[in-house]
Antibody
Framework: EVQLLESGGGLVQPGGSLRLSCTASGFTFSTSAMTWVRQATGKGLEWVSTISGGGGSTYYADSVKGRFTVSRDNSRNTLYLQMNSLRAEDTAIYYC?????????????WGQGTLVTVSS | EIVLTQSPATLSLSPGERATLSCRASQSVSSYLAWYQQKSGQVPRLLIYDASTRATGIPARFSGSGSGTDFTLTISSLEPEDFAVYYCQHRSNWPPTFGQGTKVEIK
């Protein structure tokens, strides 16, 4: 059974930084692309970033490009999202997501999410 | 960036009725369209990918159709657990984008 567990969310001031983690189990992490998707309270889903299985390819939404960095540690089965220069509009639940072979950007497994609140 | 527009924003129906949800893309996404269901307080669940292929474990009452720019998700007979928000999402190119969602509510 695929399990994804996010952590690292919390309250941070505008301009601050935060690092999210997602620990995975139940599949071969090192060969699987992984994605972050976010959802502001009461709003829709927004793709944030995707990283290939080996980590050599990364993709970002324009809204976070240059501020967020996605990475992974395949020895620890862990995905990361380093978020810098945070803004109020980054406030959301951040989900990590995985697709079981359909495509790197179709997701059939989701974590429960971690809440990031950017506020002074 | 491809914009996905879902309609209607809200669909008010009774259990047992048929639900028809629409998703229109600003340019062709071929058949690279997926549908997700999100119940209140829960994480999204993949229902349909590549326009018409049901994901593992998804009941047959859910079906998808369309190609190019116009897509439909049909729920043939609504069950109580189907009242939720539904999102479409394309994977035609980068960035993948979602529609704004259609809420299916109990009439």
């Amino acid at each position: 059974e695929v399990q994804l567990l996010e952590s690292g969310g919390g309250l941070v001031q505008p301009g601050g930084s935060l690092r999210l983690s997602c620990t995975a189990s139940g599949f071969t992490f090192s060969t699987s692309a992984m994605t972050w998707v976010r959802q502001a309270t009461g709003k829709g889903l927004e793709w944030v970033s995707t990283i290939s299985g080996g980590g050599g390819s990364t993709y970002y939404a324009d809204s976070v490009k240059g501020r967020f960095t996605v990475s992974r540690d395949n020895s620890r089965n862990t995905l990361y999202l380093q978020m810098n220069s945070l803004r109020a509009e980054d406030t959301a639940i951040y989900y990590c997501a995985h697709g079981s072979g359909i495509s790197m950007i179709v997701w059939d497994s989701w974590g429960q999410g971690t809440l990031v609140t950017v506020s002074s | 960036e491809i914009v996905l527009t879902q309609s209607p924003a809200t669909l008010s129906l009774s259990p047992g009725e048929r639900a028809t949800l629409s998703c229109r893309a600003s340019q062709s996404v071929s058949s690279y369209l997926a549908w997700y269901q999100q119940k209140s307080g829960q994480v999204p669940r993949l229902l349909i990918y590549d326009a018409s292929t049901r994901a593992t474990g998804i009941p047959a009452r859910f079906s998808g159709s369309g190609s190019g720019t116009d897509f439909t998700l049909t729920i043939s007979s609504l069950e109580p657990e189907d009242f939720a928000v539904y999102y479409c999402q394309h994977r035609s190119n980068w960035p993948p984008t979602f529609g704004q969602g259609t809420k299916v509510e109990i009439k």
